[in-house]
């Protein structure tokens, strides 16, 4: 991984941060805005939204299921697990 690519997901991550304190976003746009970073390859980013999305409303199945997928996708087969359970 180039020093390039290791800080433009530095800053996605860094953004993301900052953007899911602002507090308006529902569930439904933390899942939106990590389908976005799914398309994009950006996991750690995608991780970030949808543990909000789930912090905002447990029961959000697609959000878990995404989270899932992130997380195999991302390298953490581990808690990949854990969350598909």
């Known amino acids: 991984m180039t020093n390039r690519s290791l800080n433009r997901k ?3 991550v ?8 602002c507090g308006s976003s ?3 746009s933390y899942v939106a805005s990590a389908r976005t970073y799914l ?9 970030i939204e949808l543990k909000n999305a789930l912090k905002a409303d447990p029961n959000q199945a697609d959000a878990r299921l995404l989270l899932a997928k992130a997380l195999i996708d991302g390298g ?8 598909a359970r």
């Not at 398309?39 to 991780?47: C, R, T």
């Not at 953490?76 to 969350?83: I, L, Y």
């Open 14 to 21: 860094a953004l993301a941060m900052v953007l899911s304190a």
């Open 10 to 12: 530095a800053i996605a």
């Open 26 to 28: 529902t569930p439904a």
């Open 39 to 47: 398309a994009k390859n950006d996991y750690p980013a995608a991780i």
């Open 76 to 83: 953490n087969p581990r808690d990949a697990e854990t969350e």
